[in-house]
């Protein structure tokens, strides 16, 4: 089975996959004959168990202990719910003070920022870790790069398929055969086809993220 099944299968990016083999939690056979991956049943579900997991939260350290039977599903679930009580507490704290400002009927610009930072500040060193926005604040940026060199090549190549077919049209005579312009043309007609299905790839890697989340463990 190619990577493009078990993605199609699982839900799963290439990209994903690909870093969970870097991981060390899935480890496909290798075709003696060409040395591609191969893909069966039993990465499939080691993939939709590694899926499940993180969905719940569950960091990749605890699956790779699991996976090695270093502890059951039973011992990383008891050390996950100490993670998500932790996190609910979070919030609960987070909720508290989101509940205060809303009993305070205050506009913005009487809003004392600084006092409420010094609390959270003092919250924060007693345990609590409260949701921090500002790096979802440059995501657009994430996106914004893939898709300015994708439109810089597209339009580079639309160029060059342009001034070919123009080339020809402005000098029939010259030119070279129909079909070897054909196939020229054809050449950036690719790298653009290309460029464009890595770009849908890598937003939809943005978008789900795994990657940055994993970084955490």
């Not at 190619?2 to 939690?25: D, M, P, S, W």
């Not at 075709?31 to 719940?56: H, P």
């Not at 569950?58 to 009580?85: K, N």
Request: hydrophobic share 45%; glycine share 8%.
């Amino acid at each position: 089975m190619k990577i493009i099944e078990v993605e199609a299968q699982v839900g799963i990016t290439r990209k994903n996959i690909r870093f969970y083999e870097e991981q060390g939690l899935l480890a496909p056979r290798r075709n003696s004959e060409n040395g591609y991956r191969e893909y069966g049943e039993a990465e499939v579900r080691t993939l939709r168990q590694i899926k499940l997991l993180r969905k719940l939260g569950v960091p990749l350290e605890e699956i790779r202990q699991m996976q090695s039977g270093g502890q059951t599903v039973a011992d990383g679930m008891r050390r996950h719910l100490v993670t998500l009580e932790r996190e609910r507490q979070n919030i609960e704290r987070a909720m508290e003070l989101c509940a205060g400002l809303k009993e305070a009927e205050i506009r913005l610009a009487d809003l004392d920022a600084a006092a409420l930072l010094d609390r959270m500040d003092q919250l924060e060193q007693a345990g609590t870790a409260f949701v921090d926005k500002q790096r979802q604040d440059v995501r657009p940026m994430r996106y914004m790069v893939p898709i300015v060199i994708a439109l810089a090549i597209t339009l580079l190549m639309g160029a060059l398929v342009g001034l070919t077919l123009w080339g020809y049209w402005a000098d029939t005579a010259a030119a070279p055969p129909l079909p070897v312009v054909l196939v020229i043309i054809a050449l950036p007609l690719l790298v653009i086809a290309g460029v464009l299905l890595a770009l849908v790839q890598r937003i939809q890697e943005i978008g789900k993220g795994e990657e940055d989340e994993a970084r955490k463990y």
